[in-house]
């Protein structure tokens, strides 16, 4: 498989402190690697030296194949790249945005109404976007980034505080991209997000990759698969957690509902955030 | 080279699209054009005099009429002499009386009189008393101009408020260019274009371009509606405008980049717009000034600017000012653009 992102042992600190520690990664060809940590665990960093603003002080990097220490502006010119911070020119057009980033990859001619019908942005077209909402904005940027048709998108939380409708419409446009064949590298510190559309993800902490894997083989190897059950007992709610892979599990239920009325019973998978605290010690958020 | 022209067409669009920058722009040209055009036009080098003589009129009623640069006005009695300054329709008025057989001059002047019109006044009734008394000063007196003799074209006042009124519109650039690099810088879109094929150089360059595009767009407007270009003046206002240019660039470059808000930038602009509008003050209040004006790079614009506008030197006179002010371009523009790469990267 063809590795379109390359990082090895690539490192950066802001005066003395160690923003991103020595990590190594790859993402291959049309995957999708979400790299999830909390605020300050060097996401944006990491981000920011793949796409060219920082040099990484250690290690290498490579996209599509080059050198982005050599060939930075032949790697630009195939990514597409979508920040957390909504970098718009406020006092033009969404379709005048486009325009002017179409002619910095020197299109002349782009489609930027159907970038904006993709993004359900068309009818706002020739309004300001100081006029737009956060959830507009992202989008709009979200179509900014497909400007030039990239091969490898990096998409720094992209549906960050954004109204479940924008969020959606944000998911759907990467889950395309995706199918079209791009290589998208994700940061999020949203687990829910990562779990929909990460191919593999990635735990990143106070600088260091804990682990990479598929969403699924982490709960598999990590996570604890239990059966919460809620009975009533002497007028109190009383709740139990049993665990799947316990052999004595069906025993347990049957000696229950003979003794007491049970209320409810669900399953519950470990989520990413379970994972990511026994890695860490830390929660996703905040 | 198209990469360069695409962020100049955007950031004069984006200049202009904000409303403050644009209204303080056009407002500073299009009032000072009506200031000039308002000022009076040509300078009144009559000075105009009033007498009165009690007796002996007739022998001196020649030699007064023919004095130079006075219109005379001869009154019949002393209070009509008094109405004439009262009424402003001369400048002073000379009474010569007798007092008990002793000649008395007296020498009337209004409120409104300015003290060097008094003072001269005074001077003339004094000569006027040597003459009459029959004791005229013996000394023999010469007037020599060094340079061209003005009489009869002299600068009117507003013609030196137009480099006033330059160097204003000019410094109204720290503002717009200054804010442009600002916001780029603390929205981040400057992170959005430098991901794409752009490059820093190129980036800085674009900046550079517009506002070397906007000030002497600006300053050919400014021109234009203040009468200064004439065939004569064109190409030597233009090399000077375009060194202005680069001065506010530089200055630009190094305020966008320290700015952390609008009103930092705002209060940085007006500190530096001060200082540079100190030397203007010398052309219209001349010899007023102290030695480290020329310290100042602004004063290396205005000086040559007025020179070649208002008395028709060339550049070639002008060699030590345009140097001094385009090393301290240069030296300034490093700076900014070393300060900026800085914030970019």
């Given amino acids: ?286 | 080279m198209n990469r360069i022209l695409s962020i100049v067409k955007k950031d004069v669009i984006q200049i202009f699209r904000n409303r403050f920058i644009a209204v303080i722009t056009f407002l500073a040209i299009f009032v000072y054009a009506i200031i000039f055009h308002v000022m009076p036009s040509k300078v009144e080098e009559m000075y105009s005099m009033g007498f009165y003589f009690e007796k002996g009129r007739e022998a001196v009623e020649e030699q007064i009429s023919e004095e130079e640069g006075v219109e005379v006005v001869w009154a019949d009695d002393e209070n009509e002499l008094k109405k004439l300054v009262e009424d402003e329709d001369v400048q002073v008025g000379l009474s010569f009386t007798l007092l008990e057989g002793k000649p008395k001059i007296v020498l009337y002047t209004s409120t409104q009189t300015p003290e060097e019109i008094r003072e001269a006044g005074d001077v003339i009734a004094r000569e006027a008393a040597y003459s009459l008394s029959g004791y005229p000063l013996n000394v023999e007196f010469d007037e020599v101009v060094i340079g061209p003799d003005l009489l009869g074209e002299q600068i009117p006042f507003r013609n030196k408020m137009r480099i006033l009124f330059v160097v204003m519109i000019l410094s109204v650039e720290f503002f717009a260019l200054g804010n442009l690099i600002s916001e780029e810088i603390r929205k981040k879109t400057a992170d959005a274009i430098l991901v794409t094929p752009v490059s820093i150089p190129e980036f800085m360059t674009a900046k550079v371009a517009t506002g070397i595009f906007l000030t002497l767009s600006e300053g050919i407007l400014a021109a234009f509606l203040l009468n200064i270009i004439s065939f004569d003046t064109v190409l030597p206002f233009v090399v000077l405008l375009f060194l202005g240019a680069l001065l506010v660039v530089a200055v630009s470059f190094v305020l966008g980049t320290i700015s952390r808000s609008f009103l930092g930038l705002t209060a940085y602009g007006t500190l530096f717009m001060i200082v540079f509008m100190i030397p203007t003050f010398t052309l219209i209040f001349p010899g007023g000034y102290s030695f480290w004006i020329k310290a100042v790079p602004s004063y290396h614009l205005i000086i040559p600017l007025d020179g070649i506008i208002n008395y028709g030197y060339v550049l070639s006179d002008y060699l030590p000012e345009m140097a001094y002010l385009g090393s301290f371009n240069i030296v300034v523009l490093l700076l900014g653009l070393y300060v900026l790469r800085r914030r970019l990267t």
């Fill in chain 1, 1 to 286: 498989m063809e590795k379109v992102i390359l990082a090895e042992k690539i490192a950066y600190s802001y005066n003395k402190t160690l923003a991103v520690d020595h990590i190594s990664f790859h993402i291959d060809k049309g995957e999708i690697l979400g790299f999830l940590g909390p605020n300050g665990a060097g996401k944006t960093t990491t981000i920011k030296m793949l796409i060219g603003l920082l040099a990484p002080q250690d290690g290498k990097i490579s996209v599509l194949g080059m050198d982005t220490a050599k060939e930075l502006n032949k790697i630009q010119a195939q990514i597409g790249v979508c920040f957390e911070e909504k970098n718009l020119y406020e006092e033009m057009s969404a379709i005048e945005n486009l325009k002017f980033f179409a002619s910095l990859f020197g299109i002349k001619k782009i489609d930027a109404a159907a970038l904006l019908k993709k993004v359900n942005l068309l009818v706002e077209k020739r309004q300001k976007v100081a006029s737009f909402s956060k959830g507009m904005k992202q989008r709009l940027m979200m179509a900014r980034a497909l400007i030039n048709y990239p091969k490898v998108l990096f998409l720094d939380e992209p549906t960050d505080g954004l109204d479940p409708v924008s969020a959606r419409a944000v998911r759907d446009v990467i889950l395309e991209e995706k199918e079209k064949g791009a290589t998208i590298f994700l940061t999020t510190h949203d687990m829910m997000e990562a779990d929909k559309l990460s191919d593999r993800v990635a735990f990143i902490n106070e600088g260091k990759i804990s682990v990479i894997d598929t969403p699924e083989n982490l709960k598999h190897e990590y996570g604890k698969r239990i059966l919460k059950i809620r009975y009533r007992l002497d007028g109190r709610v009383e709740e139990e957690e049993l665990s799947l892979e316990d052999k004595d599990m069906s025993k347990r239920i049957d000696e229950i509902n003979s003794k007491h009325s049970i209320l409810d019973m669900h399953t519950e998978e470990a989520t990413l955030e379970d994972i990511f605290i026994k890695f860490t010690g830390r929660k996703l958020e905040g």
